[in-house]
């Protein structure tokens, strides 16, 4: 990211708030091998249901998206759509091995709360560069969280790789910078408001994260 870059200023603004996303204790828990599997499959269960209304939102970027776009602009899009696809699929398999019944899931009130801001994110009134921005940052939570699941001192259970690389990859990282791109060029002459509006849906973004994190590392009972 370039410095004076939209990404660059809102990482650096937000900093504290963004660690703490990324270095959330459930994801602490995975990368040192002491999480309980109660909570891996309570996480997994909420975080399907949350994908599904993801694909939605990504539906709803890419109808936002401006009609003179280059067509390697729309292709990351489109290939974030096809991504999710496939991630629903993933979701379904891991569910069986993992005994959980998606179908019988009760959504916790942060996910409620999540799908909801995605759901206004929709909407015709938000515009292009606020909602590319708040895809970037979704992803890049996911990526940089579970990246740290996959370095060399990391004691990730071996039940669990599959998952952490599932975000934590090379190749995911290479798309959250390709969108980090977007949201650059897509607010490099946008309005003051735009801008604003922007990095007020990425601040919310983290406190989301935060909280979605928070309730899958909850102890059940």
């Given at each position: 990211m370039e410095a004076g870059s939209?990404?660059?200023?809102?990482?650096?603004?937000n900093h504290d708030l963004y660690s703490a996303a990324t270095n959330h204790?459930?994801?602490?828990?995975?990368?040192?091998?002491?999480?309980?599997?109660?909570?891996?499959?309570l996480w997994m269960e909420q975080d399907y249901h949350?994908?599904?209304?993801?694909?939605?939102?990504v539906a709803s970027v890419l109808v936002k998206m401006p009609r003179d776009s280059p067509?390697?602009?729309?292709?990351?899009?489109?290939g974030g759509i096809t991504a999710l696809e496939?991630?629903?699929?993933?979701?379904?398999?891991?569910?069986?091995?993992?005994?959980?019944?998606?179908?019988?899931v009760t959504l916790l009130q942060p996910n409620k709360d999540y799908c909801a801001f995605l759901k206004q994110l929709e909407g015709s009134d938000t515009p292009f560069t606020v909602a590319i921005s708040a895809f970037w940052l979704?992803?890049?939570?996911?990526?940089?969280?579970?990246?740290?699941?996959?370095?060399?001192?990391?004691?990730?259970?071996?039940?669990?790789i599959s998952t952490?690389?599932?975000?934590?990859?090379?190749?995911?990282?290479?798309?959250?910078?390709?969108?980090?791109?977007?949201?650059d060029k897509a607010l490099e002459n946008a309005s003051k408001d735009e801008q604003k509006q922007a990095h007020e849906?990425?601040?919310?973004?983290?406190?989301?994260?935060?909280?979605?994190?928070?309730?899958?590392?909850f102890v059940l009972g």
């Open positions: 939209f990404t660059a200023d809102f990482l650096k603004q204790s459930f994801i602490a828990s995975i990368r040192d091998g002491s999480i309980d599997a109660q909570n891996f499959k949350f994908v599904r209304e993801f694909v939605r939102f067509e390697c602009d729309v292709d990351i899009i489109l496939s991630e629903i699929t993933w979701f379904r398999k891991e569910a069986n091995f993992w005994q959980i019944f998606l179908e019988r979704i992803e890049l939570v996911y990526c940089v969280s579970f990246m740290s699941c996959l370095e060399k001192d990391a004691k990730t259970p071996f039940e669990l952490v690389k599932r975000w934590g990859s090379p190749e995911f990282h290479d798309y959250t910078l390709k969108l980090m791109k977007l949201v849906a990425c601040v919310r973004v983290l406190e989301l994260e935060l909280k979605f994190w928070d309730m899958a590392g």
